[in-house]
């Protein structure tokens, strides 16, 4: 469904992406792990061709329904992003604009990609916020995003990038801010919507912790380069590389000192 290859992406100071290969299929998740600065969500950004300059990328491909997206004109790459392929942040301010209701921006985005009526993409964004179990979704639509609490707000940011039916999401530490339990129903609503939409998810987190309950595969970058890729189980029992061992472990300890 998503192949990259040999995608390597520059800043002036820093190779931040050098040579990444992944694949996704759809229903599938596949998750990215590595440590702050390992360069996941350049990677992310690359792939939803948001690289700013000086930024550049300078290798590569991002194969999607057989068409490399690195290749693409703008106007089609804009009907790609958001809509056949989305992206959910750590903040969801990031993402969710303050001066406009939930409603209308999850309506607003369905409308532009999906060429509804106003009543009908109004509609769409109140089943949306449905689906992520948001209670009394027709009246809370009209709430604006500081209204909700930090897990809500996740959750309406996740209904706004599954608006217009993705086939792909890009989680980029999306529950890092939360505390653990709203982490744990993040993912457990991530898996139902996974199933429900048919949606292949790449979920890039700096800890096992997330990736253990949502993907059966992982990738493991350190410095920008892929060091260990495979079923997670197994990496998670036969670590290959050192790098990886102390992510396996600060998660244990983590777990220990709860
Ligand atoms: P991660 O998401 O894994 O924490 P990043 O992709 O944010 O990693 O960063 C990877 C590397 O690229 C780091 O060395 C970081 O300092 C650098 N970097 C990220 N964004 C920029 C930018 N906009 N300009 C310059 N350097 C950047
Ligand atoms: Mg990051």
Not at 61 to 81: A, Q, S, Y
């Amino acid at each position: 469904m998503l192949e990259v290859r040999n995608l390597s992406v520059v800043y002036p100071d820093v190779t931040a992406v050098e040579g990444v290969g992944l694949t996704v299929a759809s229903g599938e998740s596949l998750g990215v792990v590595g440590e702050s600065g390992s360069g996941k969500s350049t990677l992310a950004l690359a792939i939803m061709r948001l690289i700013q300059p000086p930024g550049r990328v300078v290798s590569g491909e991002v194969i999607f329904d057989g068409r490399d997206l690195l290749k693409l004109p703008e106007p089609e790459m804009v009907k790609v992003r958001g809509a056949r392929i989305s992206m959910i942040f750590q903040d969801p301010f990031t993402s969710l604009n303050p001066v406009f209701t939930v409603g209308e921006q999850i309506a607003e985005t369905i409308r532009l990609h999906q060429g509804m009526n106003r009543v009908d993409a109004w509609a769409g964004a109140v089943r949306m916020l449905e689906t992520v179990h948001i209670k009394e979704a027709a009246k809370r639509a009209h709430d604006y995003p500081h209204q909700f609490s930090g897990g809500m707000r996740q959750r309406v940011m996740i209904a706004m990038a599954l608006a217009c039916r993705p086939e792909i999401l890009i989680a980029d530490e999306p529950t890092t801010a939360l505390d653990a339990t709203i982490q744990a129903e993040v993912v457990r609503l991530l898996r139902e919507v996974q199933a429900e939409f048919n949606l292949g998810i790449i979920y890039i987190t700096h800890s096992f912790d997330i990736i253990k309950a949502l993907c059966r595969r992982v990738i493991v970058i350190n410095k920008g380069r892929v060091v260990e890729a495979g079923e997670t189980e197994k990496i998670l029992s036969e670590p290959a590389q050192n790098y990886t061992k102390k992510l396996i472990n600060s998660l244990r300890e983590l777990h220990a000192a709860h």
